[in-house]
């Protein structure tokens, strides 16, 4: 055999190319089969059915935000709603105008206020207490699957409520009740007995930077 006719022929670059390619959609794909694999282990031991309790916490925006986006997919299933805002401001706010007449949504704005500006710890925590007995029976009540306690976390803070209370209420709601629960921290009791905490952080906000806040956007 002559050397001409052992010499391999050189393949082109396009058919380099190409093979460098389906070598990568190959490794691409047997990266997904993978993860797919580990995700349909999960969902298939993830059995359980039964509401569950969210806690969003940290200095971010967006906590009562999420906790109302949230609301908005329960309704669209048509699914009964409660809301109890546990620090009320100045205003109406854009979520009480628009869910506030909602047929499927009862809500509820703690009764004497609870303002930056006005400080009143008596008043305060006699409305802390008026809106956690409203509280109290929307956890009861098994016609309600979602309940939005909005701003709770503070009346444990400022020492108006017992977190104990909060979480013996949890625990003896009806079991099909999603609840959600905002506001920058939380009592540690709090923390280990939520099925779900997730805590958003601060990176840059407008206000911070001279933007006035706005309608739409902070209320």
């Known amino acids: 055999m002559t050397q001409e006719k052992m010499t391999k022929t050189p393949l082109t670059p396009s058919i ?52 109302f986006g949230t609301m908005a997919r329960a309704l669209g299933h048509g699914q009964k709603c409660g809301v109890i805002q546990f620090i009320k401001g100045r205003k109406k706010t854009g979520e009480q105008l628009f869910f506030g ?42 016609s309600i699957h979602f309940i939005l306690l909005d701003e709770i976390t503070y009346m444990y803070k400022y020492g108006y409520l017992n977190e104990d209370d909060l979480v013996a209420a949890l625990a003896a709601r009806p ?17 280990d007995n939520v099925d779900t905490h997730s805590k ?7 206000f911070a930077n001279g933007v006035k806040a706005q309608v739409g956007i902070e209320w």
């Open 175 to 191: 079991k099909h009740q999603n609840v959600m629960m905002t506001g920058r921290t939380a009592p540690r009791v709090l923390l």
């Open 101 to 142: 007449e909602h047929p499927l949504v009862d809500f509820h704005v703690m009764g004497h206020g609870f303002t930056w500006e006005t400080r009143n710890p008596e008043l305060e925590k006699e409305a802390a207490e008026q809106a956690w007995d409203l509280a109290k029976k929307m956890l009861s009540d098994p």
């Open 16 to 67: 380099e190319k190409d093979t460098a390619d389906q070598d990568a959609l190959d490794k691409n794909e047997a990266r997904l089969l993978k993860k797919k694999a580990v995700v349909d282990k999960r969902i298939a031991s993830a059995t359980e059915e039964r509401g569950v309790t969210i806690l969003l916490t940290g200095n971010g925006k967006g906590k009562s935000s999420s906790g």
């Open 200 to 206: 958003i952080a601060d990176e840059r906000h407008a």
